[in-house]
């Protein structure tokens, strides 16, 4: 069945760097949009980083515009996803996800399927 296995997320220190991995599993990955999405409390869940299947288009949202790169790895079926200078504000919970468009989209419903979660928590 489709997995996707989230990791890297950390406690860190504001200005600091985080790289958040997924690992896909369970379909034919190089065929999939991918994005990383997340959720703080009380908030709803937002897209932060989407990527096309060959990994050429690349989405980011403005929160994170200059400060993150989103990668994928299809030989891997490996999602990447580097944020430097970190802020309190990017505290929250970081989902990858997976859908079936040729674009990179931020929207939650171009998305098929998510992983569980990592917790990303930054602190001044």
């Known amino acids: 069945q489709v997995q996707l296995v989230e990791s890297g997320g950390d406690s860190v220190q504001t200005g600091g760097t985080l790289l958040l991995s997924c690992a896909a599993s369970?379909?034919?990955?190089?065929?999939?949009?991918m994005g990383w999405f997340r959720q703080a409390p009380g908030k709803e869940r937002e897209g932060v980083a989407s990527v096309s299947p060959s990994g050429r288009a690349k989405s980011y949202a403005d929160s994170v515009t200059g400060r993150a790169a989103i990668s994928r790895d299809n030989a891997k079926s490996t999602l990447i996803l580097q944020i430097h200078s970190l802020k309190v504000e990017d505290t929250a919970m970081y989902y990858c996800?997976?859908?079936?468009?040729?674009?990179?989209?931020?929207?939650?419903?171009?998305?098929?399927?998510w992983g569980q979660g990592t917790q990303v928590t930054v602190s001044s």
């Open positions: 369970g379909y034919d990955f190089s065929n999939y949009g």
């Open positions: 996800a997976s859908g079936r468009f040729e674009f990179p989209s931020l929207h939650l419903d171009s998305y098929n399927y």
